[in-house]
């Protein structure tokens, strides 16, 4: 596999280090070779070809089979400056499912036993505070009274996140948790529409 480090911005570059530490371990004890590619992105993209996400970085990207990237720095970069910012990796991509695992583990002590969740989350039609927020702050402070928020939610963009669920919960053991990946993913609308191509959708809200 060819993969690439997007060490990103700030704690990026305490994180993306430790990850690739814990997949050399993980590759190497399965037999897998990767041929690692570092790249730069956000601050150091911008020091080394003007933008947070430099042309070499975006052509060696499409070649690759995946890639780690840690968090970028966007609300310290400067403003009114289009070479400023949040690298458009998710719509450049088409990364559009955050797929996020909760599991709970027996020697790790929790409130709920036999957590064992996957939320699916849209990504690139603006569903994150970052590009949203066209007025106040957009996590509340003390002091902060109001934060004003626009979406954009298409009929594409919602079905096809919800089929990457459909598609997960198939592929999980237990019954019961199928359900779960998929609702945690679409709407009881969305479901019914897609009840006829996907056998295990459920409306019913939990």
């Known amino acids: 596999m060819k993969l690439g480090i997007l060490s990103g911005d700030d704690i990026g570059h305490e994180v993306v280090p430790e990850c690739v530490k814990v997949m050399k371990a993980a590759a190497a004890r399965a037999g897998l070779i990767i ?3 570092q790249l730069p992105i956000g601050k150091h993209g911008h020091e080394a070809e ?3 996400l430099p042309p070499s970085t975006e052509k060696a990207l499409w070649k690759l089979d995946g890639w780690i990237m840690g968090p970028i720095g966007h609300a310290a970069y400067p ?7 949040m690298p458009p990796v998710r719509k450049k991509y088409e990364l559009f499912a955050a797929i996020r ?3 709970g583990y027996p020697s790790v002590k929790t409130i709920h036993k ?3 969740i996957i939320f699916v989350r849209e990504l690139s039609e603006g569903m994150l505070y970052s590009e949203t927020v066209i007025a106040g702050a957009p996590e509340f402070r003390p002091n902060d009274d109001i934060t004003i928020a626009m979406r954009v939610i298409t009929r594409k ?3 096809r996140v919800a ?3 459909f598609e997960i919960a198939r592929t999980r053991k237990r019954k019961r948790n199928q359900s779960i990946a998929w609702l945690a993913a679409c709407s009881p609308r969305n479901a019914a529409r897609s009840r006829a191509n996907s056998p295990t959708c459920s409306s019913k809200r939990r």
């Open 35 to 37: 041929k690692w590619q």
């Open 157 to 159: 963009g919602s079905n």
């Open 79 to 85: 403003r009114n400056d289009p070479t400023w910012v």
């Open 163 to 165: 089929r990457e669920a």
């Open 50 to 52: 003007g933008n947070t």
């Open 101 to 103: 695992p909760s599991r």
């Open 114 to 116: 036999d957590v064992d």
